[in-house]
């Protein structure tokens, strides 16, 4: 009973506010390395000209801003993505704190922390690491089964099968759409790393989550990060007809608006249209 009062009160949700900006710090990490191969705990963070940065100057958000956005060693701008990572986590963190219970805090924010991480490494390098898909879909499993124990009137393994279920439907319906588009434009259009995030995305958000994230995740994209990758590429001279575009950031944003603003609704839709064609 205390640990409910503690979490509705709006000082958890500073904590909450302030634990996201050092996750997303560590996301960039993440984001940085793994393409590399390179370990997300060792060596600490360090410049681009290879100081080691202390950890006072390592602050999330804060540090970025009193440093006016460039190293303290040696001068060199600090790259927005660095601050932005860390307001975005913050941000969805206290939006999902205000949508949920503690446990399904911990679930999603992990599936967020998930979807952050594989969008910023394929906007960079157009690359998707299994360890975020297919280790994202068992972890989505997991955490349906310990959301359904959770539940009341829910037998501790319906919550899984769900799970399970969303997984498939969501890769399936995603690699149908990968084969179809390759028939007709005669080349790769979508990635099988895409199919395996969308495996990710149902194993966690179920059926009508992995339907939103597709379609949805297309439409808001289109609007909203498709400027944001056009003006990117523009910036660095890369931007040329044909150019490939990362569709792993479309999805992780549909799943994210699904699971943050549009999952009542849609799945109020998705029950009437059930009962139509019953």
Known sequence: MALLEFWNHPICGLFIFL???CLGSFFNVCIM????NISIILPRSYCNCGQPIPFFFNIPIISWVLLKGKARCCGRKIEFQYVFWEVLTAVLFLLLWQRSDPWEFLVYGIFLGLLIITSGIDFATMTIPDRCTIGGAVLGILGSILLSHFSKGNYIFFGGIASIHGMLFGSSILLWIAIF??????KEAIGFGDVKLMG????????KG???SIFGGTCLGMVTLFPVWWFCNRRKGTLKFGSPLPFGPFLA?????????FKATFDEYCAQIEILLS
Not at 33 to 36: A, F, G, S, T
Not at 253 to 261: D, E, H, I, V
Request: net charge positive.
């Open 33 to 36: 390395r793994i393409p590399k």
């Open 253 to 261: 944003f549909g799943a994210m608006n699904y699971l943050l603003f």
């Open 210 to 212: 992995a339907i939103f």
């Open 200 to 207: 990710c995305i149902g194993a966690f958000l179920g059926t």
């Open 181 to 186: 588009a390759e028939l007709v434009l005669n």
């Open 19 to 21: 634990l996201g900006a």
